[in-house]
């Protein structure tokens, strides 16, 4: 089993629409959770950093952890066409060492106007 | 907005060539970290470095591989004799401190021929 699982898409929403991103965990292990967005041939961006089981928001995205169903999310609100990229779910392991950031696969999302 | 800057975007190298990429990490970051990315694939832990030292690496990392830095601003990684399967984009990153959020510069694209 794959540490990070994380469903490639293709994901294609009209404007407006709600986006719903998961990946999904087998390492309990794994206690900062992180998503990323990344424009083709680009660095990943940071857009949203939990630590805890729970929701948090920043704007029209959301960040849900369940630590117990080893499962996080990231919503997007009214998505935007500047939306479109590629989401990069992450999580590292509890400190005591500089941390690894393990990744998966990356969610491929296209915002139709 | 403070950024980590990489150098360069872009080099094709011959097989067995030595490769030095470059980067800036954030100013008052003391954490630094190279990550690679295949095409079409997840991104990767290679190393990390604190009061410099390599404080974690991946089996990535093998001997073809070194880190420096070799002033106050400027973190390098060296590929001693590259290979096909070296050509990656190669994203450099920091952080402030141990327990803080990881921000990674645009990448360097590397082509082995």
């Known amino acids: 089993q794959k540490e990070v699982e994380q469903d490639p898409g293709p994901l294609s929403v009209p404007e407006g629409a709600i986006v719903s991103l998961n990946c999904t965990y087998s390492?309990?292990?794994?206690?900062?959770f992180m998503w990323y967005r990344q424009y083709s041939r680009k660095g990943p961006e940071l857009l949203m950093y939990?630590?805890?089981?729970g929701n948090k928001e920043d704007g029209r995205f959301t960040a849900q952890v369940d630590k117990s169903s080893k499962y996080i999310s990231l919503f997007i609100r009214d998505s935007q066409p500047s939306d479109s990229a590629t989401y990069l779910c992450a999580m590292s392991k509890s400190s005591g060492s500089a941390r690894q950031l393990t990744f998966g696969s990356g969610t491929q999302l296209t915002v139709l106007p | 907005e403070p950024e980590v800057t990489q150098t360069p975007s872009h080099q094709v190298t011959q097989m067995g060539q030595e490769v030095i990429l470059r980067c800036v990490p954030i100013s008052n970051h003391l954490y630094f970290y190279w990550y690679r990315q295949i095409l079409g694939q997840k991104v990767e832990f290679l190393v990390s470095?604190?009061?410099?030292?390599?404080?974690?690496k991946s089996e990535i990392f093998d001997d073809q591989f070194s880190v420096e830095r070799p002033d106050g601003s400027n973190f390098t990684l060296k590929i001693r004799s590259t290979k096909l399967e070296d050509s990656a984009m190669y994203f450099c990153a920091s952080s402030e401190t141990e327990g803080n959020t990881i921000y990674f510069g645009e990448g360097s694209w590397l082509t082995v021929v």
């Open positions: 470095f604190y009061n410099n030292e390599i404080s974690e």
């Open positions: 939990t630590y805890s089981s």
């Open positions: 390492n309990s292990a794994f206690q900062y």
